[in-house]
């Protein structure tokens, strides 16, 4: 990992002393070993705090709608990021032009409830490898094998590697296997109607609509989302079965073909709620008749943006 | 006594109805049938599918017009491939697919529609009525949600 932040540090130096970027979005370190933070350099910032690691949760491509299009914009891209970042670009919310991507090739992020569980919460040492990862708490040292502790989004992982990056540091990192995103989805199918809708009521009701989920994610940039209009309202607002119910189909449901399966809700919900088997299903549904996948170029519009004629033959009825 | 199942029928307005038909639509409607007018099926929402089945519909049926036929080229086309998926998701979490339905009608489909809703009713009296969503609290006559 030094290694690959040294590279990192000095790409970075680079880039603000060509005048390529005005602004880079990574991670630092934080109080606690456990909880890098989002960071954003500007030129002649010290990039002694700069951090990369495993542990790293939140998807970075978040903060690009959060600058003008002229700020020229350099951000560190892991797999999905890179995807979030294009899908972005598609939607226009950034000027390809003024974007560059550092790519990483992610081995996955680490789920902090997995570690936690069994440590603490007040951890002192991080250490990680290809396969271990290894942390301190309370002076006695825990050892996890890395698949044990990845984000299950991560374990689901099939394009680890960013796409059109403007540099790649690291290694590119073999493909993912579609057949293991499918098994998620594929589970839940698999239940009887009752079962998923019990599923889906005892996740969703359990909603405390605090909206972390939302505004960790990239997608969700609108300034006002329909959750927050003023009367007549779209939804109940309150945690009721049919506040919470309705938030869940359509936060979900806004993410159609546009949601690039990086987790990051589900990293950032307070109550552990899942919520990916709905947004894969929905993926599934966008590369299974559209033959689209979010995020894989940056100029393809998705689906419901791209319907025409050729959808005729489905009026049926 | 059985009750009538609650219907949410949207209607595009430029939707070519015969005249009777739309007559009929506009003024003869049954009580357990709810008429929305929008400007075109692309105006639908999601979420307004979403609010007649919380607000206590037992199902939503979607009137527009055929493909080419659209009084906005395409509107029915945007919306074909969102209430589709919608459908999808629905399905997938444990909810009726068939509650909702949707009908393309075309000017020479005299009497059709009066025969859509009566099949449409006869379907949704068959169906289970486990897993159909939690409804909100109605709103007073006249006022607005909060
Ligand atoms: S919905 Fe979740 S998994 Fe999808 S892009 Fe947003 S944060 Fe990532
Ligand atoms: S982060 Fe979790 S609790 Fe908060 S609104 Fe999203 S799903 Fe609900």
């Known amino acids: 990992m030094s290694e690959l932040i040294a590279k990192l540090k000095s790409e970075i130096k680079r880039l603000f002393d060509e005048d390529v970027v005005d602004v880079v979005i990574a991670f630092k370190k934080a109080d606690s ?11 002649g910032d010290s990039l002694e705090d700069l951090e990369y690691n ?5 998807n970075l491509a978040n903060y690009l709608t959060r600058y003008p299009h002229e700020t020229r914009i350099g951000i ?3 797999g999905c990021e890179s995807r979030s970042v294009n899908a972005l670009v598609v939607e226009k919310q950034h000027p390809r032009e003024n974007l560059f991507k550092i790519g990483i090739p992610c081995q996955g992020i680490v789920d902090l409830r997995k570690i936690v569980k069994q440590t603490g ?54 493909e993912g296997d579609p057949g293991v995103l499918r098994q998620a989805v594929e589970s839940f199918e698999a239940l009887t109607k009752q079962e998923r809708y019990t599923w889906f009521q005892q996740e969703a009701e359990r909603c405390i609509r605090c909206y972390a989920c939302r505004e960790a994610c990239p997608m969700c940039y609108c300034t006002e989302c329909f959750v927050d209009h003023n009367p007549p309202r779209w939804t109940e607002s309150t945690i009721s079965p049919a506040g919470t119910q309705a938030w869940h189909i359509i936060r979900a449901f806004h993410q159609t ?27 599934e549904d966008m590369l299974n008749q559209y033959d689209f996948a979010p995020g894989m170029d940056d100029t393809t519009q998705p689906p419901f943006a791209s319907f025409n004629l050729d959808d005729k033959n489905r009026f049926v009825a | 006594m059985e009750t009538k199942p609650k219907i949410a029928l949207f209607q595009c307005q430029w939707c070519l109805y015969s005249e009777p038909d739309q007559y009929w639509v506009d003024h003869n409607l049954p009580p357990s049938i709810r008429l929305m007018k929008v400007s075109c099926t692309g105006r639908i929402n999601t979420l307004h599918i979403l ?31 969102q209430h589709e998926e919608f459908l999808n998701l629905l399905d997938y979490i444990g909810y009726e697919r068939d509650r909702v339905r949707f009908v393309w009608l075309d000017l020479q489909d005299r009497g059709r529609i009066q025969q859509e809703l009566a099949d449409f009713e006869n379907k949704l009296q068959e169906l289970s009525t486990a897993n159909t969503l939690a409804t909100r609290i109605n709103a007073p006559e006249g006022e607005v949600h909060v």
């Open chain 2, 51 to 81: 609010n007649a089945i919380q607000g206590g519909a037992d199902g939503v049926m979607i009137s527009g017009c055929r493909p080419e036929k659209c009084h906005f080229k395409e509107g029915n086309l945007s919306a074909l491939r």
């Open chain 1, 54 to 58: 495993s542990l790293c949760q939140n």
């Open chain 1, 76 to 78: 560190v891209v892991r």
């Open chain 1, 33 to 43: 070993p456990l909880r890098p933070q989002p960071a954003f350099y500007r030129k």
């Open chain 1, 121 to 174: 919460e007040d951890v002192s040492g991080y250490k990680e490898d290809q396969e271990k990862i290894s942390v301190v708490f309370k002076n006695k040292e825990y050892q996890f094998d890395r698949k044990d502790v990845l984000h299950d989004s991560c374990l689901r992982c099939v394009h680890p590697n960013p796409v059109n990056p403007d540099v790649l540091l690291g290694d590119p990192l073999p």
């Open chain 1, 257 to 283: 073909g546009r949601c690039t399966s990086c987790g990051a809700c589900e990293r950032a919900c307070p109550m552990d709620i899942k919520m990916t088997y709905l947004t894969d299903k929905l993926n």
